[in-house]
């Protein structure tokens, strides 16, 4: 009789044990997928939080050049490269003629980037230009610095990839009617700047017009 309950004793405990094994590799397996979930979420954090990083060095690159376009056409303080003198509220010297001719291209081309205003129901020139091209036969954009002698880090990390880029295009605004056909002239700037990955673009517009 006693070994009798000692077998059904020993059927228990093991019976217990056999429940307690698979409890603790139930914890162990809830365990796991909490972990790499929580792997998964911190590795997604990482990679939105290093876009993000990325998109506000395009960004302010982009800003840059805006700057560096406006200094283009305003008054350039390298006098060995400036070209301001070609910009003017009452002249259009220097820009393509016809609407829809090409942008001034070649990095040594004085009207480098220099664009005319798409006709009516055309395709605007700022969606035409490839701000990737950087060859500096065929680039039709301004790389920063170019026209002004100002300096631009650029690097692998933290720092854009490449130089920010800009295009001027020629704006014609006609005077309310005077009596007179007077004309005055602005630009709409466009501009590019890249971020730590060539492939994070931001472009930015505004329009500037000269003081005289």
Same mark, same amino acid.
């Given at each position: 009789? *006693?070994?009798?309950?000692?077998?059904?004793?020993? &059927?228990?405990?093991?019976?217990?044990?056999?429940i307690t094994l698979l409890a603790t590799l139930l914890i162990l397996l809830v365990v796991l997928m909490l972990g790499t979930a929580a792997a998964q979420i911190?590795?997604?954090?990482?990679?939105?939080?290093?876009?993000?990083r990325d998109h506000k060095i395009a960004f302010q690159a982009a800003e840059a050049a805006l700057l560096d376009a406006e200094m283009d056409i305003e008054h350039s303080p390298d006098e060995d490269r400036s070209r301001s003198a070609?910009?003017? *509220?009452?002249?259009?010297?220097?820009?393509?003629? &016809?609407?829809?001719s090409a942008c001034g291209s070649g990095e040594q081309n004085t009207y480098l980037g220099l664009c005319p205003?798409?006709?009516?129901?055309?395709?605007?020139?700022?969606?035409?230009?490839?701000?990737?091209?950087?060859?500096a036969i065929t680039t039709s954009s301004v790389p920063y610095g170019r026209f002004t002698g100002q300096s631009f880090y650029i690097a692998n990390g933290s720092l854009p990839v490449k130089l920010p880029r800009y295009i001027v295009e020629l704006m014609l605004y006609k005077m309310p009617a005077t009596g007179a056909d007077e004309r005055t002239y602005f630009y709409r700037i466009t501009a590019v700047g890249f971020g730590a990955r060539e492939t994070t673009q931001v472009a930015l517009q505004t329009v500037y017009r000269k003081t005289h």
């Open positions: 009789m *006693s070994g009798h309950m000692s077998d059904k004793v020993s &059927a228990h405990k093991a019976h217990q044990c056999g911190a590795v997604q954090g990482e990679k939105s939080s290093r876009n993000d070609l910009f003017s *509220s009452i002249s259009a010297i220097g820009f393509p003629a &016809a609407a829809g205003h798409s006709e009516a129901g055309a395709q605007p020139i700022w969606q035409v230009v490839n701000f990737m091209d950087d060859a």
